[in-house]
């Protein structure tokens, strides 16, 4: 069992910066593959990024590629995801996600993960 708590979110103009924690209580947070989706109103829960156990291996979303950057510190049970140059499209809520097995497909399907925070709001204004 692990429990993940999401913050760091907030409004932001275009361009701007968040970065998001997620952190997890638990004693081997280090066994967990990891990983970001969002939901936008109206649109389908979609895959951001995904860190494998590690955090030596990352997978990214084509519409975050070169923007956002996922990390973790297993030390402090702390995942992050650094968000760059952020846009109106990136508006919605970011939900940390967690699974003790290596997920196929890069860690993308939301189905592969079986651990979810409550999730925390971004907002980009323009």
């Known amino acids: 069992q692990v429990q993940l708590v999401e913050s760091g979110g907030g409004l932001v103009q275009t361009g701007g910066s968040l970065r998001l924690s997620c952190a997890a209580a638990g004693r081997t947070f280090s066994s967990y593959a990891m990983g970001w989706f969002r939901q936008a109103p109206g649109k389908e829960r979609e895959f951001v990024a995904a860190?494998?156990?590690?955090?030596?291996?990352?997978n990214y979303a084509d519409s975050v590629k070169g923007r956002f950057t996922i990390s973790r510190d297993n030390a402090k049970n702390t995942m992050y995801l650094q968000m760059n140059s952020l846009k109106p499209e990136d508006t919605a809520v970011y939900y940390c996600?967690?699974?003790?097995?290596?997920?196929?497909?890069?860690?993308?399907?939301?189905?592969?993960?079986?651990?979810w925070g409550q999730g925390t709001q971004v907002t980009v204004s323009s």
């Open positions: 860190i494998d156990r590690r955090g030596g291996s990352t």
């Open positions: 996600a967690a699974d003790a097995f290596p997920p196929m497909y890069g860690g993308s399907r939301s189905t592969d993960y079986t651990h």
